[in-house]
Nanobody, 116 residues
Framework: QVQLVESGGGLVQAGGSLRLSCVVS????????MGWYRQAPGKQRELVAS???????DYADSVKGRFTISRDNAKNAVYLEMNSLKPEDTAVYYC??????????WGQGTQVTVSS
């Protein structure tokens, strides 16, 4: 059974930094894409950052220049370094791993709260 376990969320002041981690267990396969979504209260879930197995990355415009995604294919892990955090970054962050076009696995979510 594939499981994604996230860690690293928390409370931070505006301008601060956090690093999210997500480790996948139960799968020997390399995932086509791994990354992070987030969902703020009353808003739709949105893609924050993704990284393909070959290294190509994609970021939401709102986080470009502040967030950096990385992954360790050997460990089936993906990370999100978040700098210069803003109150509008407050959300539940969900890790995902995509094995095929219609095959997604999700983490349980980790809360990130940025105080002003």
């Amino acid at each position: 059974q594939v499981q994604l376990v996230e860690s690293g969320g928390g409370l931070v002041q505006a301008g601060g930094s956090l690093r999210l981690s997500c480790v996948v267990s139960g799968s020997r396969f390399n995932f086509f894409s791994m990354g992070w979504y987030r969902q703020a209260p009353g808003k739709q879930r949105e893609l924050v950052a993704s990284m393909a197995s070959g290294g190509m990355t994609d970021y939401a415009d709102s986080v470009k220049g502040r967030f950096t995604i990385s992954r360790d294919n050997a460990k089936n892990a993906v990370y999100l370094e978040m700098n210069s955090l803003k109150p509008e970054d407050t959300a539940v962050y969900y890790c995902y791993a995509q094995r095929a076009p219609a095959s997604y696995f999700w983490g349980q979510g980790t809360q990130v709260t940025v105080s002003s």
